[in-house]
């Protein structure tokens, strides 16, 4: 199926869930969306500096941005009648929050059917001990894909160096 990525640390973000929600209604579908902090963000300033622009269009402080992840992935929840949200993230404390958010507007990860009603996403080789945890049948009763990017080593290797030191 068809996918889209929200980056939290772009300030348009509410404004694109919004607009994928509303398709997805319009259309009757349901779109997976996975919600990420953002990886390309040096890039982004640049950018916006090279061409003159009078801010940036991302957050430029890591708590802004956490609390755009934060407030991004309530948006995902309250539309999962039409989003299918999908959180990456490998920080424990966001995926508790996340968790007591999904609880208290959800009231469960599991709709009637027994069908998940969001998930928690993974890189490849990170947060294994962490995300033993979330696994269904576990604590949090979550599922948790794991996910690895595709690209050639120019495009990767800044993701992966980004990773690396965010996550030790």
Not at 87 to 109: P, S
Not at 117 to 132: I, N, S, T
Request: include cysteine.
């Amino acid at each position: 199926g068809f996918g889209i990525a929200v980056q939290a640390y772009q300030k348009r973000a509410p404004f694109v869930i919004d607009y994928i929600a509303h398709m997805a209604r319009r259309l009757g579908r349901r779109i997976p969306v996975r919600l990420v902090k953002g990886a390309y963000w040096d890039s982004e300033i640049k950018r916006a500096q090279v061409e003159g622009q009078a801010g940036y269009p991302v957050y430029t402080r890591k708590p802004n941005t956490d609390v755009s992840y934060q407030a991004n992935a309530r948006r995902l929840l309250a539309a999962t009648d039409a989003i299918y949200p999908m959180f990456a993230t490998h920080n424990a404390q966001t995926i508790a929050a996340l968790h007591r958010m999904a609880q208290t507007l959800l009231g469960g990860a599991r709709d009637r059917d027994g069908r998940f009603r969001y998930e928690f996403q993974k890189l490849h080789g990170m947060g294994d001990d962490l995300y033993a945890k979330v696994i269904p049948g576990d604590r949090l009763d979550v599922p948790c894909r794991v996910y690895a990017p595709v690209g050639s080593h120019e495009d990767l290797l800044p993701y992966l160096v980004r990773r690396l030191l965010e996550n030790g």
